[in-house]
């Protein structure tokens, strides 16, 4: 029943950093079995684009941990969807460091200018999730 709500919570509640820290903990205690049955499937591409979603836009480093920790989880369980977390978890991976390279392109761009306080707090949170992954 959890793996059917997760989506949702994490959707609802995605501004309340100490609950999605509990929230996105959560996958790693899903039992395979559970995950292979064709009735998750939905639940389970759900819960993988939220926290796919959460990795991309969150702030908070736990949260980045969870996430990451979660799909890699997914990823490497022996269930039958693995595959499907394996290429979420690789499409954010290239995802990251493209940000980060987008944002030394345009830190070098603005690097004699003073507007560039967005792009160094760009870079940091690409760094972030970098070192997370």
């Known amino acids: 029943a959890i793996l059917a709500m997760l989506p949702g919570l994490l959707e609802s509640y995605k501004t309340e950093t100490a609950l999605v820290r509990r929230l996105t903990s959560l996958p790693k205690y899903f039992l395979p079995s559970v995950l292979s049955t064709p009735a998750q499937k939905k639940h389970f591409s759900d819960l993988l684009e939220q926290l796919s979603s959460l990795f991309r836009s969150a702030t908070d480093e736990k949260v ?8 890699t989880l997914l990823a490497k369980g022996e ?11 690789k499409r954010d991976t290239s995802a990251v460091c493209d940000e ?10 603005l690097e004699d200018q003073k507007e560039s306080s967005d792009v160094e707090l760009s870079f940091g ?8 992954i």
């Open 64 to 71: 980045l941990c969870n996430c990451c920790l979660s799909l």
């Open 79 to 89: 269930h039958t969807r693995s595959s499907e977390a394996f290429v979420v978890l």
């Open 100 to 109: 980060v390279m987008r944002s030394l392109e345009e830190k070098a761009d």
């Open 125 to 132: 949170q690409a760094l972030l999730r970098l070192s997370v």
